[in-house]
């Protein structure tokens, strides 16, 4: 605790009086000053106890004291101390009914106190206090460093919040909640993820005082060096942080700060490992892959995994109507606002990717599932369990992204193809599985497709392709242009026999003419063409382009 008024009159050397504003006495005192000026309210900046022997005042004059000590208390002071003797013999009661009725402390000094001992004992207990506060910081680095290498960031969010008197979280990369303590602040942290994400797309180191819904004061800090903060500490309290405390929060920061660079280093390095096991996945051999990915992704292998392929593309500029898919859960709103608040930001070099590889690993991590992903030149490839916390991580995040994003936007955006469930054997199935539902995504328009999707659906919408339509209205062109003269309807025909598989009774009964006319228009199109409608190949080019024409 600071000096007090009431420390400095318990003072067994300073032996002073108090003559007023008793009630006032555990006012903090920031600092003794001494001056003898009329109006001292310029040189004052809150807290002093102003000593002072009225040499150029009449302390008798009960207006000139009221205005004189309705002064001090503007300014904030926060006692005066009258040295007896001096100029007055007692202190004199103007200056006492004035210090009553504006509640300040009027304390009498004796003639053998002098006003030195009084500064000398307001600055022996700043420093001591100071000193408490070092030590006491000090003791808890240690503490805190303990805890750190032996409990990690659980044992440290214990020591912190023990040394705040209050709660601690920490946050994940994509806002969720790690661990508290203690373990009913879990509640708490919660109510404050929409604000971490805020948070996380300030440039590092970031910090704000937030309101957390209830009577707590909470700061939150982002931990990490990087451009984007890998997590993020929050501190609730139910007043603000005195020194010890805020050593402590910083000892915290610090320590958190390097658990996580370690942290990234050993990312880093499971990444290359990850790669390693995907090149021998996709070499065929799966044996040696599950060798090399030993405890660290074997669980994975043992188990159905998809494979994910994904993106950073332009959106598609041939007008293609975009889907928008609402937000399923809590959740999947939640990577809609993060998504939201990285654009509005600017996502800078790192772009979506990063986005999507934090709001994955995230979700893995969570729910204890092992999660390979491998950057692959501009483009990102995962291995997740089949149905598990990260794959539906994965498809909420893009249902938030397609939610989110502008129907004209120009930015670069996330396209995700993902694969059927596959095993380590027919990873390079999966692996051109994800190839081509991202080709698909992109030419729809869409984030994110899936393979299973495209596998048992129909294939005409693939034939909405701009180069799809592009090859049948050259395909189709001299028929038309033929058509167009009014010397017959060759398109139609074509049309109504390849639909009746060249039967030319059934085609000619659909367009209300004689079979021998069909027959005609048929050979004129084999002339106009070149080509042979006997080949299969060419009917099947011809009846594409008459689908893709028509869609």
């Known amino acids: 605790m600071p000096p007090t008024l009431a420390s400095l009159v318990h003072h067994s050397a300073l032996k002073l009086g108090v003559r007023a504003g008793e009630q006032h006495l555990d006012t903090p005192v920031r600092w003794a000053h001494v001056s003898e000026l009329a109006d001292p309210v310029p040189y004052m900046e809150g807290g002093e106890l102003l000593l002072m022997t009225a040499l150029k005042l009449d302390a008798e004059a009960p207006e000139e004291m009221s205005r004189y000590v309705k002064r001090l208390v503007e300014a904030g002071v926060v006692g005066l101390g009258f040295a007896v003797g001096v100029n007055y013999d007692d202190v004199p009661e103007a200056l006492v009914k004035a210090a009553k009725d504006e509640g300040l402390p009027l304390l009498a000094v004796p003639p053998r106190t002098p006003f030195i001992a009084i500064s000398k004992a307001v600055s022996a207990a700043i420093a001591a206090e100071q000193y408490k506060a070092v030590t006491s910081g000090f003791a808890a680095q240690r503490e805190l460093t303990k805890q750190a290498l032996g409990s990690g960031p659980e044992g440290v969010l214990g020591v912190l919040a023990a040394q705040v008197d209050g709660w601690a979280a920490l946050y994940d990369a994509s806002g969720a909640v790690v661990a508290t303590a203690p373990d009913w602040a879990g509640r708490r942290a919660a109510r404050l993820t929409g604000e971490v994400e805020r948070l996380r797309d300030r440039p590092a180191p970031a910090s704000a005082v937030v309101e957390s819904g209830s009577d707590d004061r909470v700061e939150l800090h982002s931990i990490g060096t990087g451009r984007r903060p890998r997590a993020a500490l929050a501190v609730g309290t139910a007043a603000a942080l005195g020194t010890a405390e805020r050593y402590a929060l910083h000892s915290a920061i610090a320590l958190l700060t390097l658990t996580t660079e370690r942290s990234r280093a050993l990312y880093a390095a499971e990444q290359r490992i990850g790669s390693a096991v995907l090149r021998m996945l996709l070499a065929g051999e799966p044996d040696h892959a599950r060798a090399v990915a030993g405890d660290l992704y074997g669980a994975l292998l043992d188990a159905p995994f998809r494979m994910l392929i994904a993106d950073a593309a332009a959106p598609p500029k041939n007008g293609t109507a975009r889907p928008v898919a609402a937000p399923s859960s809590g959740t999947a709103a939640l990577l809609a606002e993060a998504v939201t608040g990285s654009r509005e930001q600017g996502a800078g070099p790192a772009g979506p990717l990063p986005v999507l590889a934090d709001v994955v690993e995230s979700a893995a991590a969570r729910s204890g599932e092992a999660l390979l992903v491998v950057p692959d030149g501009e483009r990102l490839v995962l291995l997740a369990v089949d149905g598990g916390a990260a794959a539906e991580a994965c498809l909420q995040y893009a249902e938030a992204?397609?939610?989110?994003?502008?129907?004209?936007?120009?930015?670069?955006?996330?396209?995700?193809?993902?694969?059927?469930?596959?095993?380590?054997?027919?990873?390079v199935s999966a692996y051109k599985q994800a190839e081509q539902a991202l080709s698909v995504a992109r030419r729809r328009g869409r984030i994110l497709v899936e393979h299973e999707d495209v596998a048992t659906g129909s294939v005409l919408p693939l034939l909405g392709d701009d180069a799809v339509r592009a090859f049948a209205d050259g395909l189709l062109r001299a028929l038309?242009?033929?058509?167009?003269?009014?010397?017959?309807?060759?398109?139609?025909?074509?049309?109504?026999?390849?639909?009746?598989?060249?039967?030319?009774?059934?085609?000619?009964?659909?367009?209300?003419?004689?079979?021998?006319?069909?027959?005609?228009?048929?050979?004129?199109?084999?002339?106009?063409?070149?080509?042979?409608?006997?080949?299969?190949?060419?009917?099947?080019?011809?009846?594409?382009?008459?689908?893709?024409?028509?869609?």
């Open 401 to 427: 992204l397609e939610s989110t994003r502008g129907e004209n936007s120009s930015e670069d955006e996330l396209v995700i193809g993902f694969s059927a469930p596959a095993g380590p054997i027919a990873a």
């Open 480 to 551: 038309r242009d033929h058509d167009a003269t009014g010397r017959g309807d060759l398109v139609a025909s074509l049309r109504a026999w390849l639909s009746r598989h060249g039967q030319w009774d059934a085609a000619a009964a659909d367009l209300g003419v004689h079979r021998h006319t069909l027959r005609y228009r048929m050979r004129r199109v084999e002339e106009i063409l070149g080509r042979s409608l006997d080949d299969p190949d060419v009917r099947m080019e011809l009846w594409l382009a008459l689908k893709a024409t028509s869609i």
